[in-house]
């Protein structure tokens, strides 16, 4: 999904930004038109390839009953959004460039202008979400793997509790299948453990966690007590092994908090950065009215430029964040 989300934000923002000031000096009625196309191609890729992965992710979730869960609303609120991104906001570019085809040669210039600030703007929306997305599902992917730890630690803590008490001629049967569920909850552990580590290499809000989450459970001595469930139970000494899945289901569950801790962050973080995006817009907006309303010989004020300059360099911030947290 990564890799399909990353083409249709390169794919949309090369429609039009790879034209650069070349571009914009030719301007002709052929070039606007082939503009608009490739517009208009754009956003019927973007549909379908967005649509494609995002459907596919729903009905995955589905699947293994996960419906239920946050992050099956949030790729359907995602859904939503991006198409209202494509059938509005990419539309409006379009009919943009075909209004500009129709406009005298020295207006045109002014047009592409502006359909070029559009597509920055949906570049960084579509940015935005995709960075939000993956971030989410990697941490809803994390506090998976720990809940289904948890599950099956508990589980074969249930099974050893019992043990004691069934008849001999079963118990040695009974005791091998608790070992080796055993292994198999150390073998989970370790991949766990893997990924935090591959985590932690990352940056932002998830390598924090990560490193959280290994500073957790080394705390707690997760690994050492998964090692004494196991030897215990071959010395057959089931009260000690219970202790020590006690000792490894607390240190799971301390995980899991911080895990939901990132998990609620990232819920803040996504509508704090599409606060920014809209009010970056609508400044924006309200800075090209204020253009339009000069005379074509008259200069903009002094407050007209610095407002504008500080515009360039809060989107160049906003840029540079979003770069940075689609790193992690």
Known sequence: MTATFRRVVVLVGLVFLAGGPAMAQVLEPEALQRKQEDQQRARTMTRDLLGGVLDVQLRQLDEN?????????DIKLMRGSLNHLVDNEMSKIVDLLAEAQRMPKDKREAAFVEARQQIRTVVRQLAIERQNLMKRLKIAELAEQVRRLIRIQTT???????????????????????IEDQRDVKELFLHL???????????????????????????????????????????????????????????LKDLLKVIERTQGALNSEKMQTIDKVR??????????????KLDETQKPSQELVEAQAKLQQEIASLQEFIKENVKA
């Open 65 to 73: 009953g996960l419906s239920g869960e946050e992050i099956y609303r």
């Open 156 to 178: 074969v803590q249930v099974a050893t509790k019992g043990l004691p008490a069934e008849p001999k001629t079963r118990q040695e049967a009974l005791t091998l299948k608790a």
């Open 193 to 251: 453990v893997d990924t935090l580590v591959d985590m932690k290499s990352w940056s932002g809000l998830l390598a924090a966690t990560a490193a959280d989450g290994l500073r957790i459970l080394k705390a707690g001595d997760v690994g050492k007590h998964l090692d004494g469930a196991g030897s215990t139970l071959q010395s057959v000494k089931y009260d000690l092994a219970v202790d020590h899945q006690d000792k490894v289901i607390k240190g």
């Open 279 to 292: 009010a970056l817009a609508e400044k924006q907006k309200a800075l090209k009215e204020e253009t339009k």
